[in-house]
């Protein structure tokens, strides 16, 4: 049975932002549910189903349960995101109770989990820059280090710190990656960890300070990764290499165009 509707209006920090979250619940948007593990988040789809006297029922993922289960015992708050016209909405909630039948309608439910109103709701932009592919046919290299915070840069870490890494994507905000196991031992990266990146592409070689961001564990033991490049438009220097960064980005968006219409 569907949960009561609840007429009340929640506690959240802004005027605005209770409107926006009371109208994403009411018409079902999708979003993102991110539940904290080891030390990074686990990203799935997700949709706002409904609110109740307690709070918002989102859709939640039958194959992490017992994930799902401790951080209900334990109260520790899992994250949602969710798109605007203009802006993503992120927030944090303390998840309450699961309810691995919630009826959608007669004939149909889901695997749904209760989370209490947020306290407060943080707006980003939506992402403007473009993400050229990073097939290996484009000739585009990448190498990924995790160096500590006062490392220099330009220092070349050992090799221990190395990423197995395959890239997927690159913009001039950041990059996608998959991370791979190396001789079977698990992938050691945590959300906001500083990263050294060297990019080589044709006679180009930049090198940049990213952050990680975005991770997802497969099922193969692999993780997948994004990494911000914050520091960009900082000072000359990073903004020289923004200027490089976006010329490789802009011959990558080219050739892609190329290939589509040759394909077509």
């Given at each position: 049975m569907s949960e009561a509707v609840n007429t009340a209006t929640p506690s959240i920090e802004g005027a605005a932002d209770v409107q926006f979250l009371i109208d994403a619940v009411s018409r079902g948007v999708a979003a993102v549910l991110s539940l904290p593990s080891a030390g990074m988040y686990r990203n799935y789809k997700s949709r706002f189903l409904a609110e109740s006297p307690e709070g918002i029922w989102v859709q939640?993922?039958?194959?992490?349960?017992?994930?799902?289960?401790?951080?209900?015992?334990?109260?520790?708050?899992?994250?949602?995101?969710?798109?605007?016209?203009?802006?993503?909405?992120?927030?944090?909630?303390?998840?309450?109770?699961?309810?691995?039948?919630?009826?959608?309608?007669?004939?149909?439910?889901?695997?749904?989990?209760?989370?209490?109103?947020?306290?407060?709701?943080?707006?980003?932009?939506?992402?403007r820059n473009y993400r050229a592919q990073a097939a290996p046919a484009t000739g585009l290299l990448a190498s990924v280090w995790?160096?500590?915070?006062r490392a220099d840069l330009r220092d070349r870490p050992h090799s221990t710190a190395k990423l197995a890494a395959t890239l997927r994507d690159l913009s001039t905000g950041g990059l996608g990656m998959l991370c791979h196991k190396v001789d079977s031992a698990p992938v050691k990266l945590l959300d906001g960890e500083r990263l050294r990146v060297l990019l080589k592409y044709e006679q180009m070689e930049l090198l940049l300070e990213g952050r990680c961001c975005f991770l997802q564990s497969l099922p193969d033991g692999s993780l997948k990764c994004g990494v911000n490049f914050p520091t960009l438009e900082s000072d000359l220097a990073g903004r020289q290499s923004l200027a490089v960064l976006s010329m490789i980005v802009g011959q990558l968006q080219r050739d892609e165009v190329r290939r589509l219409r040759l394909a077509g």
């Open positions: 939640s993922q039958p194959t992490e349960t017992p994930l799902v289960n401790q951080l209900i015992a334990t109260e520790t708050p899992v994250g949602l995101a969710f798109k605007g016209p203009h802006l993503r909405m992120i927030f944090k909630a303390r998840p309450q109770r699961r309810n691995p039948a919630y009826a959608l309608n007669a004939e149909s439910t889901v695997d749904a989990l209760l989370v209490a109103w947020p306290k407060s709701m943080q707006a980003v932009q939506r992402r995790r160096i500590p915070e």
